[in-house]
């Protein structure tokens, strides 16, 4: 048996997908292994048309290019290359170009064929990558976890309904027959209210209420409800934080498709953060709503190191910043009454996205019914300072634009806010398309949902403007993605560190596309992924794009939150930022292929709404 250094094996054992390998592949992987020295005088001796190999940078750098002398990669440390003519068979026309001396690995074809006929994992890395799926790794190594199912995916059974009009007898009966706790109340498809046992017992039968009298007099109009898209954890706070067991479930068009109770979710969780959610809504207090906030940050550190996907952290964090906002406007009616109208919270950014770091600030405003006395409006004024300044005490800070409820300017009925919408796309200034960034992301944390509804569609109708939709690709068109000549990173200088802005100078722009493909479309969701599923089909992305576009989305999220949750006090590089050189291997190449996938789409948005510019 070959001798083979600790060095050689450690090198393998961190690089992927040798990673993968059990220990006795790897040592296969090892003796199998040539190394050759690779500098400008023997070049054209590594890579000849007829002989398949799989190379690997050990050191060195090297430009791939093709027969036309074309670049197509630069490869450093870590970096395979040759797979492509091992997986097809057909002859090699690429060459090498040498910008540093270095050394090469090299498997024969026939190691490299038995590598992958031992390990699936090694197979299937190669098929991901020559069909430039790098980043669909991401997706496909991460399990999914309770929490973050749709609440849609639970639902088995259509709601069983009754109108509003009819008796209370007759409800009783049919809970009765159909073996529920509980009925939706539906006139015209649209849900009215909600009729429980706790009803009938606290209000039929303890009070002694005719049975005849019709079920509006005693359901609970206008229960809390969640959406089919919603995760199962946005349901565990709504239900905890309001001490119900019965949640209406509503597709996109409002219509009630089904019921979720408590049963539902103890069915699906396992060792969770449940008693966190039920000390959060438990809290009599603002001040101990605060002390129990206070230990989030801790807790997700905790969490995220055991779970599979911490992508699920950024939508745990945005749910727990709803269930906190709407423990904060319910403390603040416990003082000094019920809202005296209608309204909507209404969160903008990163809470609307569902993308929340802990670094993210507030971002929300709120909105206001046309008929709205001066009276009623001082009422909002104070309790959106209460509740802003309260959401800051909990850990998620004040907005340094002043993008808050609490500032005047935000506190708009639904013709203020069209008539703001359209003096930004009427003038799409640099400031207006700033503005748009941030307020065309929307979703409601508490308050009338019909009310936000029609706000939502008239401002997608507003939006459909060439010219408006031009102005947005324009700006998405200046922005610059850190990849540089021969897929070189960029990087920021901070001190002797170098850095990459994952937000700015990544999360951001994608965003920003998906969201003008979205306002182009009419859409009005508000994630990037839930975008990007609506989009599926229609004529502004391939279904190539669209995945791309989602993979990126995913890896860099993921990035960007690691960075955060295992930053340390006395880390130097600035917040939601990566040092390409402290990354792994694979995470370079998953981090280029991300930026790629932007550039791209970059150019796509500029070819496809440029006609208007």
Known sequence: MASVSADTREFLANTPPFDSLPPEHLQYAAEQMQAMYVCQDNRHDIMQPDTHQLYLVRSGAYDLVDKENQHLDRLEPGDLFGFPSLLTGRPITNKLQVIADGII???PETAFNELRRQSQAFERYFVNAHGQRLLSEQGKSQGADWSEKTIGSVIERKPIQITSTASIRSAAQLMAAERVSCLLVVDEQQL????????LRNRVVAVGVNFDVAVAAVMTPMPAIVHARDSLFDALTIMGQANIHHLPVLDDNEVPIGVLTNT?????????????????FKANSRTALIEEANKIPDYLRSFASRVKDIGIVGRLLTSLTDGITRKLIRLYEQEHGSAPCTYVWLAFGSQARGDQTLGSDQDNALLLPDEITDGQRQWFADMSVYVCEGLAECGIRLCPGNIMAMNPDLQKNRLEWREKFLQW?????????????????????????QLYRQHREDVAKLAKQDMFLAAIARHIGELNVPLGLFNRFRTKTEGDFEYIDIKKQAVAILNDIVRLYSLANGLTVPST???LEQLKGTSSLSNRDNQNLLEAWQFLTGLRLSAQMYRTEDSKIPSNSVDPEALSTMQRRQLKAAFKVIKDAQQGVSFKFGRNM
Do not use: Y
Request: proline share 9%; charged share 20%; hydrophobic share 45%.
């Open 425 to 449: 796309i009427r003038s799409p200034t640099p400031k207006a398309i700033m503005h748009c960034m941030i307020f065309f992301d929307s979703r409601p944390v508490a308050g009338s949902h």
């Open 105 to 107: 690995w090299i498997w």
């Open 264 to 280: 539902d979710l103890m069915q699906q969780q396992r060792s969770e953060p449940v008693l966190l959610i039920n000390a959060l």
């Open 529 to 531: 992924p839930a975008r």
């Open 192 to 199: 009215r209210g909600i009729l429980t046992d706790r009803d």
